[in-house]
DNA sequence: CGTGCCTTTGATAACTCTCAAGAGAGGTGG
DNA sequence: CCACCTCTCTTGAGAGTTATCAAAGGCACG
């Protein structure tokens, strides 16, 4: 993209102010107006059920974006809050799509955004279709690792920016089973872990966890 | 949209021979050109998991587009194969891009469209994450009926276009699991069932699935 | 220094998977 | 046209995994 195209990109971009712990971006009744990049920080969307229940949807790092499943339908569907302080970028959509128009490349580019967030959808969905409670923890840790590294930080060392809760909700698991599944990680010397502190000690083994369950309890 | 713009759009898309059932529309490793609509029939996409086991992502309907995960790679990461008899729209992709640089409303749509796969895939995780293999199967069915009543047809009998180990895989069940839900449904006067036709009787007691369970074995 | 949330651990129960077997449907070849 | 074969679907019994219930310690925050 050419230096002026990317001037015209930043002047549509609005840096807003830092997020608290526990303040919200949107929420589902908003109208969509726009869609954000995460800076710092990190957020997690989750939508209510009838019954009030929440359900995790998804967790968004540094350099991210997040709200684009409000799109088709001019309000968010799901809410966004921030897991710790944060700052994000608001994209107005209808600039961006006024941009895209004009720069051909920025348009495919964001086609290619909206692609791969389908993408990662399609690995979520493998991912709990394996029954595994194993699997499923250790795919999480290891997505984790892969986005830490994409930034430039370490892929084996982080600090999990959300609860052994939200993990759990996210993954469809009780919170006991997260809780325990660290555990045990930790005493077949895969995972080292310290509160919300975690360090993969042995990635083949994280990876190939559930295809054989030799050492289970080692 | 102008019938002019309507008549370039036209022009883009390519109609496809009809597909056998169990014939490949695409493959995971073929290059990404095109995306396709579903005309007639039934298409399911899998991928292929290390160890080579197959995993449903996704069933399409008449009007429903596959083949958008592949946008941001250049190759498909899935397989699309008919589930029965079909027809498709291919749709090149670089053409489909350049006629949205031209016309805004086009652009516009598509990113709806994209949008809504992610808002799909969300719905999907949600049910993922919902423990009961009830609700899942619930779920299925009844977003199977809504699909068929945007087509216009009844949103209470329909056909399956799929086997009994496509739901179960889709779902992350085993296929005993499903099949006995099935006639769990049917002893509970929720469902009539003969193989791969069924009927939706009790419309609230399916979408309430799981919230009581009183009725279990009645 | 409380209070509340997060996390861990144990015991029990429920759900779903796996294994096993048989019936039905559809396609193929003799 | 029928026999045969395969794939699909159903049903049963037992085993395994994960949820639920209960309780206690740790940590952060006011």
Known sequence: MAPAQLDQLDQIIQRGRPLKRGEHLFRAAD????????RSGALKTYVLSDEGEEQVTGFYLPGEILGMDGISTARHLSNAKSLETATVCEIPFHRLEDLSQKIPSLQHHFFGLMSKEIRADRELHMLLSKKSADDRVASLLLSLAARQQRRGL???RFRLPMSRYDIANYLGLAVETVSRIFTRFQQQKMLWVDGREVEILDRPALCGT??????QDA
Chains 1, 2 share one sequence.
């Open 154 to 156: 370490s892929n084996k």
């Open 31 to 38: 109208d969509f107006n726009s869609v954000y990049a995460v």
């Open 210 to 215: 559930g295809s054989h369950d030799s050492v």
